[in-house]
């Protein structure tokens, strides 16, 4: 076995993890990792979650697949929580993020074009974003690299700087529909939105009687230490999008919007098989219970201020650490240089890390996860760059 019958459109680590519990993860070869990325900031309840496991099982069980066409009242329980749970009045379950940005693109365009009868339908982005790799999501995205070989882009997207608010409104036309972001570019480098730009953002859409759109994939689900990240900055959007930590590790994805956007989804508009089948819909329901209605984020936040009140300690005076910063539980330490060598040092000593661009550490550990595993972490970590120190020109 080696992979072989694989395209390689990944760079993968040479390890195979065959275990995963809370926290740790275990290699093929019994060797045990402490999991400071989480799937990708998917496994928010940790690995194997038994509450999780046991609604999975229960409706194994009853029914495992049934199409749209019919009533699935799971799924109708599991948007009624995430409704009750934010300011969104309507669902649309799909599979991935990267399909529920696909959807709510669509949705601002069906909006205006159904509903509202005008022809709009440009999305503006913003640089250092990332809103995944179908065509449309990979245009929306504000990183050339992921549209190299790609070419023809879909029309109907333009990209503007990050923070330049003047940018935004020289960018707004009478084709324009929404503006789309990320209130912290998680791959772009783990950049929170500044609020007052936020802010002011969302007053310039909703006075040029434009969509916001928040791409919450990556941020929602409790990993900032509140549900989703809007909260954070109390605004809300017409529309966004979560996927990553919904399905605690089952693929799944979601378009949550404002009640006067429900009609623009009419029935034929838009589906997909999978959405929202009874298992996906069983684990979104029991993730939601988990996360919003025992408040895990809480639990999130406490963590992430004890996690980066240590990083602030114990890294203090490295010359090789530029910056640390993030929100809740979506942490990067910005480094002088190139962090994979430090990363990959890192896992040889049992810690599972993910880079954000180039010079960047990212750290996703779960919601739940304990004082001492931050402090086994910080330390390897602390360890790890203060070597860099010795070896790195600065
Ligand atoms: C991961 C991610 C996506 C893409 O999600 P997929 O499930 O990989 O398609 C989109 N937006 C953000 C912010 C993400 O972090």
Not at 196 to 209: I, P, Q, S, W, Y
Not at 238 to 265: C, H, N, Q
Not at 268 to 287: E, L, N, Y
């Amino acid at each position: 076995m080696s992979g072989e019958a694989l395209f390689p459109t990944y760079a993968r680590y040479p390890l195979a993890l065959v275990k995963g519990e809370g926290s740790w993860l275990w290699d093929d070869q019994g060797n045990k990792y402490l999991d400071f990325m989480s799937g990708l900031a998917v496994t928010n309840l940790g690995h194997a979650p038994q509450a999780i496991k046991d609604a999975l099982i229960a409706q194994l069980d009853q029914v495992w697949h049934v199409s749209n066409l019919f009533r699935i009242p799971v799924q109708e329980e599991a948007a009624e929580l995430l409704v009750q749970h934010t300011g969104a009045d309507a669902v649309f379950f799909c599979n991935s993020g990267a399909e529920a940005n696909e959807g709510a693109i669509k949705l601002a365009r069906r909006y205006f074009q159904k509903v509202k009868g005008e022809h709009r339908y440009e999305i503006i982005t913003f640089t250092q974003s990332f809103h995944g790799r179908t065509l449309a999501t990979l245009t929306a995205t504000g990183q050339d690299k992921v549209k190299e070989g790609f070419l023809p882009l879909p029309e109907g997207f333009v990209t503007v700087p990050m923070h330049d608010l003047d940018a935004v409104r020289a960018a707004i036309t009478d084709r324009t529909a929404a503006v789309m972001l990320e209130l912290v570019q998680a791959e772009g480098g783990v950049l929170p939105a500044k609020p007052e730009f936020v802010h002011d953002l969302a007053k310039l859409c909703r006075d040029a009687g434009i969509l916001l759109i928040l791409d919450e994939v990556q941020t929602g689900m409790g990993r900032t230490g509140k549900l989703f990240a809007q909260e954070h900055y109390g605004i809300q959007p017409d529309i966004f999008t979560a996927a990553k930590g919904l399905g605690s590790g089952f693929p799944v994805g979601a378009v949550l919007a404002k009640e006067f956007l429900r009609e623009a989804f009419s029935p034929g508009s838009h589906a997909t098989t999978f959405g929202g089948t009874p298992i996906a819909s069983a684990v979104v329901k029991a993730t939601v219970q988990e996360i919003a209605g025992n408040r895990v984020y809480d639990r999130a936040a406490g963590a992430a201020s004890y996690l980066t009140g240590q990083l602030r300690e114990k890294l203090a005076g490295n010359p090789w650490v530029k910056q640390i910063r993030g929100l809740g539980l979506l942490i990067g330490i910005e480094c002088a240089g190139p962090v994979a060598d430090v990363i990959a040092t890192m896992r040889e000593r049992g810690l599972l890390v993910v880079p954000a661009g180039p010079n960047v550490v990212r750290l996703l550990p779960n919601l739940l996860v304990s004082h001492a595993e931050i402090d086994q972490a910080v330390g390897i970590i602390a360890a790890v760059l203060k070597e860099k120190t010795v070896t790195a020109p600065q």
